[in-house]
């Protein structure tokens, strides 16, 4: 695939990459086609990259759906939970904007009002292979950062 | 040695007598909607359920309320990115029958073929994730592999693979061309031929069967008094379908029958292993009925009102109240809209997804069986998503231990190698 | 269906709780085309259990969804339920409406009559402020629990819109002004 190769999925980056996803009141949508770009005909698992129960163990945070009253609190935890070097990814248009949940007495607003952001997979919902592209995305940045030493 | 003396004086009894609470949720590391349990356990059986929802709650008939109806619609279709198209097309027939909008054949015939298309897709991703809680890792990748056929004949007819936005008040708003039907046909080759090894991976295997039969039971009457709606219902035997009862679109113009396990020949019980017959029947019926709409698709316009000003007026216009129903892959979706002349919005909206009334059901599914049964359970009644994850146990002595959501899956996983020696 | 019946059926079990009836017919169907009925039916809010009652007992009916309506002065609640399924062509859906005065906004449970009417009874609670008198949990079910607005009320605009400017101005916000 010329675009991998044009990320240069960075060989050095000693650790597979475990992702960890939440929900956070979306309508499902951009989670099953999270699902689905792990599932052979996308196959992000070729990569190194897994889904994986705890936050503790994530390297990247996965963050779908319009933050709602109840999963704010829990949103908080899970990126306090998350061990530095991290990278938030927010896949879908209600997690980047609030996308069409606008002015709701439950809705608090896109992610980036919650936690900082680092990569933005717009799209409603967003296609897997634009998902992976976030991903790989999340992997070079984080790249970086170890690279220039910045660890939590 | 160093042995506490208290810690072995425990009686039988006491032991016997401890019962747990265990909150599980909302937050779950696998693509599944947060919703919160909480099970009172009696060792290892379940004895007690309480279910807290609405954390995905956003307040869409609010919303909704406050926009004019187009909006709405596309607001509507993402109440549910798996059953994306059910919400539309019951809207729009609530809307279509509150101002007395006719829509033409054609029309009709497309809604149905891009309905049952989702169908087809919702219930394969069903049968995935239920593979996956029973710890069949392998049938997961080979049911979505297989569901990506009809996820790329959805992104070829309609444009995109989720949120289609075919339906629109009055019509549909893109057509099936004669040049795009044979891709239809193809899938309907490629599943049709596939069929048999659905089954028999699903229904002729002996440990699926070890754990999902008289595991999660809705009786009969049970599923009745609760209102239950869909496969939900119909794996217990209840012969309820909003196509067959009610029919509508271009259902109307075919023999539709509610499916229950009675059509696999075996007498309902209303367990899991049902909830899959169910399911997979329904795909073939699905297959049978767009095939049925590719050749009988009548000719004509895609909708009675074209000019989107002109239907906006025509709406604007309107008054009255109407009821559209459908039959999504979860069961039956119901609005209602009220419109007020001079009032571009609904001035009432109310909206029943499938679930909602399947919410209930679960609360007699889970008496009585195991924890390890739990997320297999969750996942049969098709919730939009299963939901467990991680488990705050608290024993007798008050000392808490968190297991994440791996450990249920883990301690489901072993139950099947367990039964399965 | 037949309608008539179910109208008379009603209306000699109720009797003067009967108000008024409506039916809505509607063809379906391109090749070969039939006929579906919605039928509503208005009755006195202090008959309505016996108007459920008497459903249960002479149709095996299916609650699809209690609707809620902010008439102003007055909050009309619609029981649609549907009857007859299970048979090509037999369901209809017969919605009980009743109207409360906002005044007295109390209404009796059908949870005895129909287990299943507790999540769209304990979603009348919550959404609009009705007291439903004598179901057996009462607890919000989708609005988080400290909550405390009605947000399908018209009158109560004002509490709402408060909650919504709470939500899209929170102090929290992180990277925004």
Redesign the interface.
């Known amino acids: 695939m010329g675009w991998v190769n044009d990320m240069a999925l960075p060989r050095s980056f000693k650790r597979a990459l475990w992702v960890?996803?939440?929900?956070?009141?979306?309508?499902?949508?951009?989670?099953?086609?999270?699902?689905?770009a792990l599932?052979?005909?996308y196959d992000v698992e070729r990569f190194g990259i897994m889904?994986?129960?705890?936050p503790r163990h994530a390297d990247v945070l996965l963050i779908t759906?319009?933050v709602?009253?109840?999963?704010l609190p829990?949103l908080k935890r899970?990126y306090e939970q998350t061990p530095d070097p991290k990278a938030v990814v927010v896949v879908g248009g209600?997690g980047s904007t609030s996308?069409?949940?606008?002015?709701?007495?439950?809705?608090?607003?896109p992610v980036?009002?919650?936690?900082?952001v680092d990569v933005y997979v717009p799209g409603?919902?967003a296609?897997p292979e634009a998902i992976i592209d976030g991903v790989v995305k999340a992997v070079a940045k984080l790249e970086t950062l170890e690279k220039s030493g910045v660890s939590g | 040695m160093g042995m506490n003396n208290q810690s072995i004086n425990l009686e039988i009894g006491q032991c016997a007598a401890t019962t747990y609470s265990v909150p599980v949720g909302?937050?779950h590391?696998?693509?599944?909607?947060?919703i919160r349990f909480s099970f009172n356990l009696d060792g290892e059986r379940i004895v007690g359920v309480d279910i807290k929802p609405?954390?995905?709650?956003?307040?869409i008939e609010?919303?909704g309320m406050?926009r004019n109806l187009i909006q709405a619609l596309?607001?509507s279709e993402?109440?549910?990115?798996?059953c994306?198209i059910s919400h539309p097309l019951a809207f729009t027939q609530a809307v279509e029958n509150a101002a007395g909008i006719e829509v033409p054949p054609r029309a009709q015939y497309i809604r149905t073929i891009i309905g049952e298309l989702e169908r087809i897709h919702s219930h394969l991703?069903w049968a995935?994730v239920g593979a996956h809680e029973l710890g069949f890792d392998t049938l997961?990748?080979l049911t979505?592999?297989v569901r990506?056929k009809t996820?790329d004949l959805l992104e070829q007819l309609t444009g995109n693979?989720?949120?289609y936005a075919i339906p629109i008040f009055s019509g549909v708003r893109r057509d099936i061309p004669e040049e795009k039907t044979h891709l239809a046909y193809e899938a309907i080759d490629y599943y049709r031929g596939l069929l048999q090894q659905m089954i028999d991976a699903y229904l002729h295997d002996k440990s699926v069967e070890l754990r999902t039969r008289n595991v999660g039971v809705l009786t009969y009457d049970q599923a009745v008094e609760l209102c239950a709606a869909g496969p939900t219902t119909r794996a217990s035997g209840v012969k309820k379908d909003v196509r067959q009862d009610m029919p509508y679109l271009a259902y109307a113009d075919m023999a539709i029958e509610a499916i229950t396990p009675e059509a696999f020949g075996t007498e309902p019980i209303g367990d899991v292993y049902d909830n899959i017959i169910v399911r997979l029947l329904e795909v073939a019926q699905a297959i049978d009925i767009i095939e049925y709409c590719l050749e009988n698709m009548p000719s004509g316009e895609l909708m009675s009102i074209p000019k989107v000003p002109a239907l906006l007026a025509a709406l604007k216009k309107a008054s009255g109240e109407g009821i559209g129903r459908h039959e999504a892959p979860r069961g039956e979706v119901f609005h209602y809209v009220r419109l007020e002349e001079g009032v571009e919005e609904a001035v009432a909206w109310k909206v029943k997804a499938p679930t909602y009334s399947n919410l209930m059901s679960w609360v007699p599914k889970f008496l009585g069986d195991e924890i390890a049964d739990v997320p297999i359970i969750a996942a049969s009644i098709d919730p939009?998503?299963c939901c467990m994850?991680?488990a705050h146990f608290a024993d007798a002595q008050g000392n808490t231990s968190v297991r994440?959501?791996?450990e249920l899956v883990r301690l489901s996983r072993e139950k099947t190698r367990r039964i399965c020696g | 269906m037949n309608v008539a019946n179910l109208f008379a059926s009603f209306r000699s079990a109720l009797g003067d709780g009967y108000l008024e009836d409506r039916t809505i017919e509607r063809t379906v169907g391109t090749v070969e085309t039939g006929t579906v009925y919605d039928l509503w039916i208005v009755v006195e809010r202090d008959r309505l259990h016996d108007a459920v009652a008497h459903l249960c007992e002479a149709y095996d009916p299916h609650l699809s969804v209690i609707s809620g309506d902010d008439l102003g002065e007055t909050l009309a609640l619609n029981y649609h339920f549907t009857v007859g399924w299970g048979a090509r062509y037999g369901e209809a859906t017969v919605t009980l409406r009743t109207v409360l005065p906002k005044s007295d906004l109390t209404v009796p449970t059908i949870t005895d009559l129909l287990p299943g009417a507790q999540t769209s009874e304990r979603e009348k609670i919550e959404f609009l402020g009705v007291d439903v008198v004598g179901i057996p949990d009462d607890r919000n079910i989708f609005?988080?629990e400290d909550?405390t607005?009605h947000?399908w009320r018209k009158d109560l605009e004002e509490e709402?819109a408060k909650?919504?400017k709470r939500?899209?101005k929170?102090e929290?916000?992180?990277?925004?002004e």
């Open positions: 960890f996803h939440i929900a956070t009141g979306s309508c499902n949508g951009c989670d099953i086609e999270i699902v689905a599932t052979p005909r889904l994986t129960g705890t759906g319009p709602t009253r109840p999963m829990r899970i209600c996308g069409v949940f606008y002015e709701s007495y439950n809705v608090v607003g980036d009002e919650v936690i900082p409603c919902p296609r | 909302p937050v590391p696998a693509l599944k909607e947060p609405g954390f995905a709650h956003r307040g609010y919303m406050k596309y607001l993402r109440i549910c990115g798996i994306s991703l995935g997961l990748h979505w592999n990506e996820m693979r989720v949120d939009c998503m994850d991680r994440m959501k791996q | 609005l988080p909550m607005i947000p709402t909650e919504v939500m899209v929170w929290g916000r992180h990277g925004h």
